[in-house]
């Protein structure tokens, strides 16, 4: 091989065994490391983009806009639609161009609708469709969970899946709050006054400068993109074709995980997307854009610790009682609200709140878990029936498991739209988001059934 071969291939691993003790102590491990923790930086910076309009949306008729309150909610429901469908084809291409060389993409690319937004911002005259479009865009970052959890997930030794997968998805999904948290006091901060960026004048005496809340990822994803295209590596072994990743579409187990995870991080990302909308309409004298930030804190860190949990006590067992929870505080959430006679309790509505962000994202790690664990046994056992080796088992297992992450994860993010438009539309129609919580609340109990008739009843599931 000539030197610039080996410069070309110099972060391709060629020999890659997690399984292998030897070899993970001695030298999978610390590539695993470096891998997943750019990874998560990468990941926390997507879901800033992802979740970008949670916190813009509440803000711009107070920059000049004259939007509904329904198309409001809209604007932040799109980005997850948009990022729901384009995980399926995320989802590939980790094996067809490598995690490193896809890691950079995706990242990168990002910088575009915060830019456009920031510009959009500017300028009260931007039509409604120019947001629309933007928000679609942002979409691209609820897009990238796809290929960078299947992408984990070929590093790790399955032994320690749950925990790898649990801490970059977890703290990916930090993300929702960091920007959450992050967008409240930079938006009153000259930053980018130097570029021209002009402040809108409150009646409380403050200038808002909303285009800070898109412009201050810009930076940071630049950087991130850089620590992907010196710090991480590609996988030769991970390689496969469309054709080779289709296969877990037939089965059965793929789509029921899928409603389980839909449940889970679908209510995650749906609740974080439309919380601050949701109590700004029902509690109007409350500044929520203080408080938004620690539900989807809460549920992030909980995603992680639901990885590990589910590594020690198996992920059925607290996917099951995750969801029995998750009906309870769904149940109890209606004693929160306004209607009738009643003002409503804020403080209760967001304690009870705060419940289903914990429990969604415990669930969200519990039930991935479930998803590498069930896939990998699966396809084993039925590469093995057919006369395979113990090597092709573990290939095939990699492939499918990788492909199974991401197509469930797509179906996932469809929460992140259903959620905030149910609530919107629910308002809309009734004065009242009582009627889209019904719906969750019979959701989370067919889960409670389905988790506990498809996965209680026995130790293992089979092909």
């Known amino acids: 091989m000539s030197q610039q071969d080996e410069k070309k291939n110099a972060y391709l691993l060629t020999d890659w065994r997690p399984e292998n003790p030897g070899f993970w102590e001695n030298k999978g491990q610390p590539i695993a490391r470096r891998n997943l923790w750019i990874s998560v930086a990468c990941l926390l910076l997507a879901f800033c983009v992802w979740m970008l309009f949670s916190a813009v949306a509440v803000n711009l008729n107070k920059v000049g806009f004259n939007f509904t309150t329904d198309q409001l909610f809209l604007l932040t429901a799109l980005p997850s639609l948009s990022g729901a469908i384009l995980r399926v084809p995320y989802s ?52 990238n969970f796809a290929s960078s959890m299947g992408n984990i997930s070929f590093f790790f030794p399955k032994a320690r899946q749950g925990g790898a997968l649990g801490i970059n998805g977890g703290l990916g999904n930090l993300g929702v709050s960091v920007m ?15 570029l021209g960026v002009h402040g809108v004048p409150q009646a409380d005496g403050t200038t808002l400068w909303l285009t800070n809340a898109a412009w201050i990822w810009a930076p940071l994803l630049l950087i991130a993109t850089l620590a992907a295209w010196f710090g991480m590596n590609d996988i030769a072994s991970s390689k496969a074709s469309v054709a080779e990743q289709l296969p877990v579409l037939g089965r059965l187990h793929m ?157 996932g993010a469809v929460g992140g739209f259903f959620i905030p438009k149910a609530f919107g539309t629910s308002l809309a129609m009734t004065g009242s988001p009582v009627g889209a919580m019904k719906v969750f609340l019979v959701f989370y109990v067919v889960c409670v059934l389905v988790t506990w008739l498809v996965y209680g009843r026995r130790k293992a599931p089979k092909a």
């Open 92 to 143: 590939f291409m980790v094996p067809i161009f490598g995690g490193r060389y896809w890691t950079v993409l995706s990242t990168v690319i990002l910088i575009i609708p915060c830019v456009w937004l920031g510009f959009a911002i500017q300028d009260p005259h931007t039509s409604y469709g120019v947001f629309i479009t933007i928000a679609l865009l942002c979409g691209f970052a609820g897009a």
């Open 180 to 194: 959450q948290m992050a967008a409240p006091i930079v938006i009153f901060l000259p930053i980018f006054t130097f």
């Open 255 to 411: 789509w029921i995980l899928a409603l389980l995870y839909l449940a889970t991080f679908g209510s995650f990302i749906g609740f974080s997307a439309g919380f601050a909308m949701l109590a700004k309409t029902q509690f109007p004298d409350v500044n929520i854009l203080k408080l938004a930030f620690f539900g989807p804190f809460i549920g992030a860190l909980a995603r992680s610790a639901g990885g590990f949990i589910s590594d020690r006590l198996g992920g059925v067992k607290v996917t099951l009682v995750n969801f029995i929870f998750m009906a309870l505080f769904s149940a109890l959430l209606f004693l929160t609200l306004p209607g009738g006679n009643s003002q409503g309790n804020f403080v209760f509505f967001y304690l009870v709140f705060m419940g289903l962000f914990l429990t969604a994202g415990l669930g969200s790690g519990s039930t991935f878990q479930m998803i590498a664990i069930i896939f990998r046994q699966i396809t084993i056992t039925r590469v093995k029936q057919r006369g395979g080796s113990d090597e092709q088992a573990q290939q095939e297992a990699v492939t499918d498991t990788a492909a199974a992450l991401g197509f469930i994860s797509a179906i």
